[in-house]
Nanobody
C-alpha cells in the first residue's frame, strides 16, 4: 500500500515562507517522479512544481523563482519550499507520486496566506 503523508501547512503572512513535506511509504519511493499541485477556493487543481525521476524540475510560471521543489531520498521525503508568499498562493496543496500508470495523492494541507 502506498501512502503520501504531508505536513507543514498552516497560516502564514504575505511575504513569509513555509516548507511543505511529503513523506512517501509503501511500494514506491521518493525517487519516482513527484509533484505538488494546489487547489484554490473555487478554482481547479493546478500543477505547482514537478520533479522527475532524473531530478529535473519544472515550475508553474506563477511560482517560478519563489518556490523550490526538492527531495531527500534517504528520508523518502519530498519538499516544497515556498518563499515570498502571496495571498494568491492560498490553496490546499497536494503532493503526488507517479508509479507506472498510477498516481498517488497526499491528503492536502491548507496554506492560507494573509494579505
Amino acid at each position: 500500500q502506498v501512502q503520501l503523508v504531508e505536513s507543514g501547512g498552516g497560516l502564514v503572512q504575505a511575504g513569509g515562507s513555509l516548507r511543505l513535506s511529503c513523506e512517501v511509504s509503501g511500494t514506491i519511493a521518493s525517487t519516482n517522479a513527484m509533484a505538488w499541485h494546489r487547489q484554490a477556493p473555487g478554482k481547479e487543481r493546478e500543477l505547482v512544481a514537478f520533479i522527475s525521476s532524473a531530478d529535473s524540475t519544472h515550475y508553474a510560471h506563477s511560482v517560478k523563482g519563489r518556490f523550490t521543489i526538492s527531495r531527500d531520498n534517504g528520508e523518502n521525503t519530498m519538499y516544497l519550499q515556498m518563499n515570498s508568499l502571496k495571498h494568491a498562493d492560498t490553496a490546499i496543496y497536494y503532493c503526488n507520486a507517479v508509479s507506472g500508470s498510477l498516481i498517488y495523492w497526499g491528503q492536502g494541507p491548507q496554506v492560507p496566506v494573509c494579505p
